[in-house]
Every structure is written in structure tokens, then in C-alpha cells.
């Protein structure tokens, strides 16, 4: 009688031809779902991070957002923004859960890394170029009536910050620490009496502590505005060299699948993952930044540089996957009971 | 299997008890030298170390817990096992229920008075620091004395400091040098004039004492008669002006007594109308000298009372700052002080210290503009006493016990007083509000909860947001939610993600990495609760964001038990 297959490691070859069809049909399925399922993932993922965003942006200037034009508004431009990283948080959790199901393993791999490479790519050419942030979020936030709450003291406005405004500043340096007086001088930066000034940082002086996200989510979304910059850059330039550089940066990314079978304990390969695609992000924006991409030209030539990334990303991709090939051998995904 | 709960219990003791060492590594690493004074060096470390763990505790505990799922615990089927998950499930849910209140009562008993034990180091070394230069200046400019008292402020702080001792002690000896010279000139004076009395015969002294006797110097007269008589007892005009100007003091001495008590009367007739009239200070400056001269008369005894009772009503000592000036408190306090609709009265403290019921600010200013922002007046007072009677009153005049022209009062730097002048002012916080109010980083996580309570009321009223204390109250309710769900989902995703086919060596150098992950993951979990009770707060409302935040932890935990029952018992189907 024919064995049940649930789990790859428990069909073997004496099992019976109908177990090993059922088998590979099953192992087909799995292959082909992995875009459905990398898309599901995806739309998830944006939209719990649009979410994010938006609640972020908000809660930086709470008053300027009113309405359901602005609430709407704020919303579209905060999706943006979550576009591109969502797409790598899908990939990350897709991998996650590819650990243990059934499938081709390099039809598998091709799969994820065309899913990652064609959404990136349809997001860069056909969405709006990615902003970091809703631009609106850079203006202080003021409130009328309120003590707002500064770095070096503090500022009180009766009404607004515009020139001729009244105010009582504190100011924590000096030997008297009041001053009332009518604003004479105003920016974004700093407020002055003529008298006294002082500096308007932070920019939400009420919720600062609230708001200051962890210095890495902070740097993570840097990153991603590098390089998807970058990204929109080139294809501005060239559709071709676009495919190029964006496939073989996908192609990078997916061949990091290695380290989610790095080691026979699934709880450690997740977490290797996760850093080692912090570190890939990490060193591929510090790469596509002006900064290296000014180093990089004094050795290739301008109209090169793009190739030169395409190399760099597809030259450390096909690294990884070699090593894949030689020492972690698909067979080896810890469920086949063979673990390292 | 019946150690589970106990070995869990110690993992997570032994992960927390790590995580302090390497705080207090780092603590003592990154120790602010510019900021606070050496001996501050060990108690900084071990309460930094400490806020700093109570801080980790959640991302440390889930580290442990996810490892002993992952890694130390064995499923039954295992070899050299027989562990029961869903008992080991059990035991640990009624262990996390422990360790929420464990660190519910460390998070908020032990956490906020910590961080206002760092900031008191911090104030303490400003204070000496301050201390120390006034002192040094004074010293420079040989005003000895007046450096004293700012060596000693420094050394009650810093009292093994050998080098401010020395300073202390040279002032203090060059103090005493100089009084010494002084007394010494003084002595060298009256024997110069001694021996120059004694080269004068008996017939010259007796002239002199002629003289005195004729100005009517009835003292110097008989002085210099008796010592014309030591010089010869025989001179009879000597002893005539002798016994003439005895005569002539004790007549003066008997009309004196009369018009000591005829002044007397005058002076406690002048002091008590000073007292009827409301003058208190002045009424007690003359009954306080009145006392020293006349300790036993009863009516000086009473008024001296009466007039000292009322003196406290509306100013107190100066001295009283000086026993509090040490005592560390909080920094930079500013408030909108609603005292009247058609004002809008700023008050600002430099330095705050509570003594409970009463207390005591440094540097204070008042500012009063109109709703239009005119200026109506601006005010500066070194000192003030804080006291809660029938609401909070500052009391902005202090007077020294015995000197009457050494008072500090209101300055008014533009504007008058308005209406009547007064040395009281009503402030609308309460004393234990103040502190909140203080514009120094991070202030509101050092009011324990019960104070942010209290601060929530009128927070608003005082010119400030009242979500930023909304926003703080919400977020620490939430955070023993937090530990809890993220302690079940540990379980789960432990147990899910398990070393099945064995732990290998190298497994163990690579752990550190989970904690440092978990430490990510569980800082934007915070994070993005935050941002979402502070979205929720700010469109709907204390209480709304409250309940909603609620049932967004209830959702969570209810999704961890499922992911959590989901889990297998054994290793192998």
C-alpha cells in the first residue's frame, strides 16, 4: 500500500509509484506557488508597513494632516515609501517559510529570485520613485497656546510662529532665563527675538521621544532610499542597464537563501538570515552611494559605472551560490534529516 | 519534567544576572567624567547597570526563553528525554505571570527613582562644581570668610576630596592669621599706651585726670586719678578727683536706670504698634533685639512669639537655604502658572528640591504677559519657599535672622507689581507636580505612575500637551503586556524553530547573535506600539486609546496561545 507523503524526507524511492508522483507533483506545486505566495506576502507586508508609515507621519504633525483629502493623500505617499522595503521583508519571510515545504530546490531559488527581481523592477519603472518620507514631515510642528518643548529651552506661542508673533522664551543658559518679546526672526531652524534666539530642535518638540524611531529601522529605510535611488536613476538613464543592475541585485539578494540552511537549527539560520541580509543591504546602499560611487570613478568610467554594480552584485551572488553548491547542498534543508 | 519551571527560572535569572555584567562593563566603560565628580564613579555604575537591565529586561527574558525552547529543552521522543510540551507550556505560562510582576514592580517601583538618583549625581557635581569656583574666586580676592561656606558646600558632597580640604584648610588658617595679626596690633596698641601712661609721673596723671573731670569723662578721670594714686598714695587732689568722679557715675547710673526704663517702654510701646499695624518683620527685629537685652521680660517673651509666628506667614530665613542648598533636586522647571483669565504668568526654577510638604527654589522667575503678549511684568528672586496651605504658595521674600538690612525680595527686571505687593504668590501645581515640569530630557520617565497621575490633570492647564503624559501613562501600561506576549510567541517560535537533530558545538559561539536579533525585533515591536497609541491618542482620546491598545494586546496574546497550542508534543510524528 501506498505511504502518505506529507513531508518530503518521509517519501523514499521504495514507497511505491503513486507516492512518488503524488510526490512530485506536489514538489511542482510547491515550485510554481512560490510567486503567488511571494505576492500574498508581499501585499502584507506593504500594507502593514503603509500602515506604519502613515501613523508615523501623522503623528509628526498631527495638525497640518486634517481632512479625508489629506488623510488620503498622506496615505498614498506613505505606501510609497513601504513599497520597496515590504518587498524584501516578503522575501525574507517567504524564505522563512520555504524552509521546510516541498519543491525543486533550484527551480525554487530561480523562482524567488525572479518574483524579487520582477516586483522590484515594476516598482521602480512604474511607480512613483521611492521618497523616504512624506516631504510635509520636515516642517516643525507648532501648536497655539502651547509650551513647546526644545533641546536648549523652550518657547510658548500665543498664536503662530510668524514674524511679529508674541512669545515667552526659556532659555536654560544665561543668567535670566525669560525673555517675552515679539518674534523678529523665523525658520524651520531656529526663532529669535533679537534679543535671544534658540534652535528649533527637535522638530516635534512634543512627542519626540515617541516618535524617535530605533537607530537601525532608521538607517534600514536610509539604505533603501539609497538604493532605490539608484535604481530610479538608471532606469531614467537606460531600461536595459535597469533590468541588468536590479536582476543581478535581486539575484544577490535571493542567493542569501544559503544562509537559511546555514546550520542543522532552524532558529539560528533564521536569525542568520536576517543579519546577513541587514549586512548585503547595508553594504550594497554604502556602494550605490555618491560618496563610493565618486571613489569608483576615478578607476571605471562613467558611462561604465552602472555595469560595474551589475558585476559587483552579480559577481557576489554567484560566489554565494557556488559555496551554496559545493558545501550546503540543497538535500541538506534540515527537515531532510541530514542536518549540518 | 518537573524542573522544567525551575530550570526555566533559572535561564532567564542566569540571562538577566549576564545582562547586568555587560551593563555594568559598558556603564563603567562609557562613565561621563565631564559630568559627574569621581566619587560618584561606582554608585553611577551599579544604577546605571540597573536601569539599564529593568530596561533589557523583556528583550533578555524572550532571549532566554527562546533559547531554552530552541536549544536547552529536549521534547519527549528525544533520547535522554521524556519532556512534555504542553506541561512545559503550562508551567511556564504560570512563570510568566511571576516575572510580569516581577517586572512590573521593578519597571515602576525601582526604574524612576534610578533614573532621579542619576540625575541628583549629575546635579550634586553641577552644585559642587559651582560651589567650588564661587569659592576659589573669593578665595582669590583674600575674601577668606565669605569663601568658606562654598569649601564647605563642596567638601558636604565631596568630603574626602584632599585638595579642596587643604584649600578649605589654608583659607581657614589664613583667616585665623589674620585675626591674630589683628588682636596682636590691638594688644601692641594698649600696652604702648600703658607704658606711655606709666613714663608719666603722679603729678602729670593727676592733671590729666583734672581734664577728664572737667569734660566730664567721669571714667577716665577716675582711672588715670587711681593710677596717679598707685604711683603715690599720698597725693590728696588725686584722691579728691578720684572720689568726685566716682560720685559723679553713680549719680549718672541711678538717672540711667530711670531712663532704661522709660526707654525700655518707649521701645516695646514702638515694636508692638509695628506688630498692630502689620509691620511684622520690623516688629520682629525690635522684639528679637528686646529679647536679647531683656530675656526675662514676659511681655518681650509673648510679642517676640507672636511677631515671630506672623514673620513666618509670609517670608522665611535665609538660613533655611542654606541646610537645603546641598540637597539635590530637579532642574529647570517652567510652567504656565494660571493665576488670573486676563494673564498669562510664566514661572521659572532653575533648581528645584522637595522636602514633602515643603519646598525650597533656586534662581525663580515670573513673567506675566497679556492674552495680546505685552509685557506686564518680568522678576527675579534667588530664592523661594514652596508650601501647601489651601493650594500652593511661594513665599519670594527671605530675611536674615538678626540683620535687618540683609533681605532677598523681588527684583523687577521690566514692569511693577500688580495691585498690592506682595511677597506671596499662589502657584497652581502642587508640590509633588513640580517636578514634572522640568524641561531637562526624558523627565516624565522619573515621576513613578502615581505622579504622572497627578500630572495628567492639569498638565494641559499648565501650557504643555497633555498627550506627552497620556502617551508615557499608556506606554507603561502596556508593558507588561508586552512581556507577556512576547514570552508565549517565544515559546511557540522556540519550539517551532528547534535544534531537532542535535546541538553542535558550534552552535554555542553563535548564540550572542539571538539576544542582539531579539534586542532588534523587541525595540521595534515598542516602537511601533508607540507610534500607534500615540496615532490613536492624538484622534481619539485617552480613554479610547486605552481601551483599544488593550484589545490590540488581548488580540496579540490570544494569537500567541494559538501559535502556542499549534506546536507539536513530540519531536517525531
Known amino acids: ?340 | 519534567m518537573i524542573n522544567v519551571g525551575r530550570r526555566l527560572f533559572l535561564v532567564i535569572l542566569l540571562f538577566n544576572f549576564l545582562a547586568y555584567l555587560g551593563f555594568f562593563l559598558f556603564s563603567l566603560i562609557r562613565f561621563p567624567a565631564s559630568e559627574l565628580l569621581p566619587i560618584y564613579l561606582w554608585q553611577w555604575v551599579f544604577t546605571e547597570a540597573g536601569i539599564k537591565t529593568i530596561e533589557a529586561f523583556m528583550p533578555v527574558t524572550i532571549s532566554a526563553i527562546l533559547l531554552s525552547f530552541s536549544f536547552f529543552f529536549r521534547a519527549s521522543g528525544a533520547a535522554g528525554s521524556s519532556l512534555n510540551f504542553h506541561r512545559i507550556a503550562g508551567t511556564s505560562l504560570l512563570l510568566f505571570i511571576f516575572l510580569v510582576s516581577v517586572y512590573t514592580l521593578l519597571a515602576e517601583g525601582f526604574a524612576p527613582g534610578f533614573r532621579v538618583r542619576l540625575e541628583e549625581y549629575k546635579g550634586n557635581t553641577r552644585f559642587a562644581e559651582g560651589s567650588l569656583k564661587e569659592g576659589d574666586r573669593l578665595f582669590l580676592q583674600n575674601r577668606l570668610e565669605e569663601a568658606l561656606p562654598y569649601f564647605d558646600y563642596y567638601l558636604s558632597i565631596d568630603p574626602d576630596n584632599e585638595e579642596v580640604s587643604g584649600r578649605r584648610e589654608k583659607a581657614a588658617a589664613d583667616l585665623e592669621l589674620d585675626r591674630e595679626d589683628e588682636a596682636a596690633i590691638q594688644a601692641k596698641e594698649r600696652t604702648a599706651r600703658r607704658s606711655e601712661m606709666l613714663n608719666q609721673d603722679a603729678a602729670e596723671l593727676t592733671t590729666v585726670a583734672q581734664e577728664h573731670l572737667a569734660r566730664r569723662d567721669y571714667y577716665s578721670a577716675h582711672y588715670y586719678a587711681d593710677m596717679a594714686m598707685q604711683l603715690d598714695p599720698q597725693r590728696e587732689d588725686a584722691r579728691r578727683i578720684a572720689a568726685e568722679a566716682w560720685n559723679r557715675i553713680k549719680e549718672s547710673e541711678f538717672s540711667r536706670e530711670a531712663r532704661e526704663t522709660g526707654d525700655l517702654f518707649r521701645r516695646k510701646r514702638e515694636a508692638y504698634s509695628q506688630l498692630n499695624r502689620g509691620n511684622t518683620i520690623q516688629a520682629y527685629y525690635l522684639f528679637t533685639e528686646l529679647l536679647r537685652e531683656y530675656p526675662l521680660d514676659r511681655d518681650i517673651q509673648t510679642f517676640s512669639t507672636e511677631a515671630l509666628q506672623r514673620v513666618r506667614q509670609e517670608t522665611f530665613f535665609i538660613d533655611e537655604t542654606e541646610h537645603v542648598r546641598p540637597v539635590p533636586g530637579r532642574h529647570s522647571i517652567f510652567f504656565l502658572n494660571r493665576s488670573e483669565p486676563e494673564l498669562r504668568e510664566f514661572v521659572y526654577f532653575n533648581r528645584f528640591v522637595s522636602l514633602g510638604t515643603l519646598a525650597y527654589a533656586f534662581d525663580i522667575e515670573f513673567l506675566g504677559i497679556s492674552p495680546k503678549g505685552d509685557l506686564i511684568y518680568h522678576f527675579t528672586v534667588p530664592t523661594g519657599k514652596i508650601l501647601e496651605s489651601d493650594g500652593t504658595l511661594i513665599m519670594l521674600k527671605s530675611i536674615h535672622r538678626s540683620i535687618p538690612d540683609l533681605a532677598y525680595e523681588p527684583v523687577y527686571l521690566e514692569g511693577s507689581p500688580r495691585g498690592n505687593p506682595s511677597n506671596l504668590k499662589s502657584l497652581s501645581p502642587s508640590i509633588t507636580e513640580i517636578p514634572g515640569y522640568s524641561m531637562t530630557e526624558s523627565s516624565l520617565k522619573l515621576q513613578y505612575f502615581h505622579e504622572l497621575l497627578a500630572l495628567r490633570t492639569g498638565y494641559g492647564e499648565r501650557g504643555f500637551h497633555p498627550a506627552a503624559v497620556e502617551s508615557e501613562l499608556i506606554v507603561r501600561s502596556m508593558r507588561p503586556f508586552s512581556l507577556l506576549i512576547f514570552g508565549t510567541l517565544s515559546i511557540a517560535i522556540g519550539w517551532a524553530l528547534r535544534a531537532r537533530f542535535g546541538r553542535r558545538w558550534y552552535h554555542v559561539p553563535l548564540l550572542p547573535v539571538i539576544p542582539i536579533v531579539v534586542f532588534i525585533l523587541s525595540d521595534l515591536y515598542l516602537y511601533a506600539s508607540r507610534l500607534l497609541q500615540l496615532y490613536l491618542l492624538l484622534q481619539s482620546g485617552f480613554l479610547l486609546s486605552l481601551i483599544v491598545m488593550l484589545f490590540v494586546q488581548a488580540l496579540l496574546f490570544t494569537g500567541s496561545l494559538i501559535l502556542l497550542a499549534g506546536q507539536s508534543t513530540h519531536d517525531a510524528a
Not at chain 1, 503513486?18 to 508581499?42: N, Q
Not at chain 1, 537606460?238 to 532552524?266: D, E, H, K, M, Y
Not at chain 1, 558611462?303 to 559545493?326: E, S
Open chain 1, 1 to 340: 500500500m501506498d505511504k502518505l507523503c506529507v513531508l518530503s524526507h518521509e517519501c523514499l524511492p521504495g514507497d511505491g509509484p503513486h507516492a512518488t508522483i503524488r510526490f512530485e507533483v506536489s514538489k511542482v506545486k510547491g515550485t510554481f506557488l512560490i510567486p503567488v505566495k511571494y505576492l500574498l506576502i508581499y501585499l502584507l507586508c506593504a500594507f502593514i508597513l503603509t500602515l506604519g508609515v502613515y501613523v508615523y507621519s501623522w503623528c509628526e504633525n498631527p495638525l497640518k494632516i486634517t481632512g479625508m483629502y489629506g488623510h488620503a493623500d498622506l496615505m498614498f505617499r506613505s505606501l510609497y515609501a513601504a513599497l520597496v522595503p515590504a518587498s524584501l521583508v516578503a522575501l525574507v519571510i517567504l524564505i522563512l517559510i520555504l524552509q521546510g515545504s516541498r519543491g525543486f530546490p533550484w527551480l525554487m531559488f530561480i523562482a524567488l529570485w525572479l518574483s524579487f527581481s520582477g516586483l522590484l523592477f515594476i516598482q521602480i519603472a512604474y511607480l512613483r520613485p521611492y521618497q523616504p518620507l512624506p516631504p510635509r514631515t520636515s516642517l516643525p510642528v507648532e501648536i497655539p497656546g502651547r509650551i513647546h518643548s526644545y533641546r536648549d529651552g523652550a518657547v510658548y506661542i500665543e498664536e503662530s510662529f510668524a514674524q511679529g508673533a508674541p512669545l515667552v522664551m526659556m532659555n536654560v543658559s544665561g543668567t535670566i532665563n525669560l525673555t517675552a518679546g515679539r518674534i523678529e526672526t523665523v525658520s524651520d531652524q531656529m526663532v529669535s527675538t533679537g534679543e535671544t534666539s534658540l534652535e528649533r530642535v527637535p522638530k516635534n518638540p512634543f512627542f519626540h521621544e515617541a516618535l524617535q524611531a530605533p537607530p537601525i529601522i532608521r538607517r534600514i529605510f536610509r539604505d533603501f532610499a539609497v538604493i532605490s535611488s539608484f535604481f530610479a536613476y538608471t532606469y531614467s538613464k537606460s531600461f536595459n542597464q535597469a533590468v541588468l543592475v536590479i536582476a543581478s541585485f535581486g539575484f544577490l539578494i535571493s542567493s542569501c537563501w544559503i544562509f537559511g540552511r546555514f546550520t542543522s537549527w532552524p532558529l539560528l539560520n533564521a536569525v542568520y538570515l536576517l543579519f546577513v541580509l541587514r549586512l548585503v543591504v547595508l553594504f550594497s546602499a554604502l556602494m550605490l552611494g555618491p560618496d563610493a560611487q565618486e571613489l569608483f570613478k576615478v578607476f571605471v568610467p562613467n558611462r561604465r559605472l552602472i555595469d560595474f554594480m551589475h558585476y559587483i552584485f552579480a559577481g557576489a551572488g554567484t560566489a554565494l551560490v557556488l559555496w551554496d553548491l559545493i558545501f550546503i547542498p540543497f538535500r541538506r534543508f534540515p527537515e531532510n534529516g541530514a542536518g549540518r
